[in-house]
C-alpha cells in the first residue's frame, strides 16, 4: 500500500496547491491513500465543511487536524457523522468527534503532543490502549502526531516502533529532513511541513506576524500569498506485515 501524507493545508493557497498537484501525484505514484491535515484549511485557522470538500474532491481521503480544529465552530456537528475528518484522539471523554477510523485497508490515527501544548491526556498511552483494546484492525496504522516539541514527536515514533506502519510529524510547518525507516519497521519524519505561501511565515503574512513580534499586541494573521510549496511523505507498506518498506519526501512548488 502507498500512503500519501500531507502537510498541514494552509488557507485558500494551500487548498489550490492540493487540488493543481494531487491528482497528477496520485496516478503517477500510483497512491492508494491521501491523509492531509486540514486543521488550517479555513483562512489558516481551523476547517469548514466547504473547505474539507473541496479537499476531498482534490483525492484526498482522510483529513486529520489538532489543536486548530476548533476555531470554526460550524465543523463541530459534523465531528460526529461519518464524514473523515479525526480530531486527536488524546482529548477528554466526551469531547465531540474521534480519534481514529478505519480508510483504505488502513487504520488512521491522530494524537497531540503536550510538551507546549495543552495539557491533553497522555499521547504515549492513549495510543497503547487504542492499540490494546480495537479487537480488529488492518496491519497498516499510519498514526499523524501533532507536536510541537521535535523530540517528542522522535519519542513516539521510536514509542511505536513496530506496532505501526508509521509515526508522521505536524504541526510546525517546517519540514524536516530526517525521514527513515526505525529498527523494527516503522516509517518516521518528524515534520512533513506545511502546504502554503512559501514567501511566509509558517504561513502567514510576514509584515503581520513581525508586528507581533515587535510590538507583542495581538493582530490579525492573513494567509501569505504567492507561489507554495507542496509538503508530504509518500510512505510504501507492506499489506501483510504492515512493516513500513521505505518513506521519501515528495516536495513540490507551485505559482
Not at 502507498?2 to 497528477?24: Q, T
Request: glycine fraction near 10%.
Amino acid at each position: 500500500m502507498r500512503v500519501l501524507m500531507v502537510g498541514d493545508v494552509i488557507g485558500r493557497p494551500g487548498r489550490r496547491a492540493v487540488k493543481h498537484l494531487l491528482p497528477d501525484l496520485r496516478q503517477e505514484y500510483q497512491i492508494d491513500l491521501v491523509i492531509a491535515n486540514g486543521e488550517n484549511t479555513a483562512g489558516g485557522f481551523g476547517l469548514t465543511m466547504p473547505t474539507a470538500q473541496e479537499l476531498f474532491a482534490a483525492g484526498v481521503d482522510v483529513l486529520t487536524s489538532g489543536n486548530h480544529i476548533w476555531d470554526q465552530k460550524e465543523i463541530i456537528p459534523y465531528l460526529d457523522t461519518d464524514v473523515p475528518i479525526l480530531r486527536p484522539l488524546n482529548y477528554p471523554p466526551g469531547v465531540p468527534g474521534r480519534g481514529f477510523l478505519i480508510r483504505e485497508r488502513a487504520l488512521i490515527i491522530n494524537a497531540m503532543g503536550r510538551t507546549f501544548m495543552a495539557p491533553l491526556e497522555c499521547p504515549f498511552r492513549t495510543i497503547d490502549r487504542l492499540l490494546a483494546e480495537l479487537p480488529e484492525r488492518p496491519p497498516v496504522i499510519i498514526v499523524d502526531f501533532h507536536a510541537e516539541a521535535s523530540s517528542e514527536k522522535v519519542a513516539m515514533g521510536w514509542h511505536l516502533d513496530g506496532r505501526v506502519s508509521a509515526v508522521v510529524g505536524t504541526h510546525t510547518h517546517v519540514p524536516t529532513c530526517d525521514a527513515k525507516i526505525l529498527a523494527k519497521g516503522t516509517a518516521h519524519v518528524t515534520d512533513v511541513g506545511m502546504t502554503g505561501p512559501r514567501d511566509s511565515i509558517i504561513g502567514d503574512d510576514p509584515g503581520a506576524v513581525l508586528k507581533r513580534f515587535l510590538a507583542q499586541t495581538p493582530g490579525r494573521l492573513p494567509v501569505a500569498e504567492g507561489p507554495v510549496i507542496f509538503s508530504s511523505v509518500l510512505i510504501d507498506v507492506d499489506e501483510d506485515s504492515g512493516r513500513a518498506r521505505s518513506i521519501r519526501r515528495i516536495d513540490r512548488e507551485v505559482e
